[in-house]
Nanobody
Framework: QVQLVESGGRLVQAGGSLRLSCAASGRTFSDYAMGWFRQAPGKEREFVAAVSWSAGSSFYADSVKGRFTISRDNAKNTVYLQMNSLKPEDTAVYYC????????????????WGQGTAVTVSS
């Protein structure tokens, strides 16, 4: 089992920045690729970004590419999502998730999920 707890979500103005954190406990953190997903009100959950086990590789949804950066600190069992140039359409609940598989934007390979942290971007 891997337990994931997100934090850092809040209300922010458009153009602003936020850094989300996701603290992991349980199994060996570095055994898992980590991803961030989000779900806006009335919409399906969508992929945001993912980082490989050693942070050597990452990839992003087109909608956030160039604005968001995913990173991880395996010594702290934490994955981060730095979000810059935020837009109202970034408003969502953001979830981190852990997977043994890296390289897919699909949610199904992610076995463990946090409870989410809410980000609201005002215009």
């Amino acid at each position: 089992q891997v337990q994931l707890v997100e934090s850092g979500g809040r209300l922010v103005q458009a153009g602003g920045s936020l850094r989300l954190s996701c603290a992991a406990s349980g199994r060996t953190f570095s055994d898992y690729a980590m991803g961030w997903f989000r779900q806006a009100p009335g919409k399906e959950r969508e992929f945001v970004a993912a980082v490989s086990w050693s942070a050597g590789s990452s990839f992003y949804a087109d909608s956030v590419k160039g604005r968001f950066t995913i990173s991880r600190d395996n010594a702290k069992n934490t994955v981060y999502l730095q979000m810059n140039s935020l837009k109202p359409e970034d408003t969502a609940v953001y979830y981190c998730a852990a997977s043994r598989v890296f390289g897919t934007a699909a949610a199904s390979p992610y076995n463990y999920w946090g409870q989410g942290t809410a980000v609201t971007v005002s215009s």
